[in-house]
């Protein structure tokens, strides 16, 4: 059994989740053996906890990183499974592209690529040519931005 444990030290994110679908019309039923997941991260450095400013105007100037990246997963390693091996490719992925693995992150995740498995196992489903993953998240440092920053 997996539990989600929703602490109230972990930041607030945004999360969506959007697959784009194949032209129906020219849509062949050709089965992809994989799906391309299109990523634009959003980071957002979070304030230093002993600053002196007022903490309302830190919030609204958080430090800001934008990063797109495009992979590629193999179908069946990444709905494949069930629902415990889907969240362990999850926090796979997010380990692959720098994201904490908050569990509200976690929990969305695997949630949506789980429907994306009950969506292929219809047969009327339109063929689901790549997803759009949006992901906003407050961190204590920016991947791969120096300590500085």
């Excluded at 020219?26 to 992809?32: D, G, I, S, V």
């Excluded at 992979?71 to 709905?79: A, K, M, P, Y």
């Excluded at 690529?113 to 339109?126: A, G, M, Q, T």
Aim: hydrophobic content about 35%; overall charge negative; aromatic content about 12%.
């Amino acid at each position: 059994m997996v539990w989600y444990g929703y602490c109230d030290d972990e930041p607030d994110t945004f999360i969506s989740f959007d697959p784009v679908f194949t032209d129906t019309q020219h849509n062949l039923k050709n089965p992809n053996f994989s799906f391309v997941f299109d990523f634009e991260l959003v980071y957002r450095r979070a304030p230093e906890p002993n600053s002196d400013s007022d903490s309302d105007e830190d919030l609204c100037n958080l430090e800001t990183r934008i990063l797109r990246q495009t992979h590629e997963f193999d179908r069946d390693w990444l709905i494949g499974g069930d629902r415990e091996q889907i969240q362990a490719n999850v926090f796979q992925i997010l380990e692959m592209i720098q994201v904490p693995s908050y569990s509200d992150i976690v929990y969305t995740l695997t949630f949506k690529i789980f429907d994306l498995k009950k969506r292929e196992s219809e047969s009327d489903s339109p063929e689901i040519e790549r997803i759009r993953v949006g992901i906003d998240v407050i961190v204590p440092r920016s991947p791969g931005a120096n300590d500085d920053v």
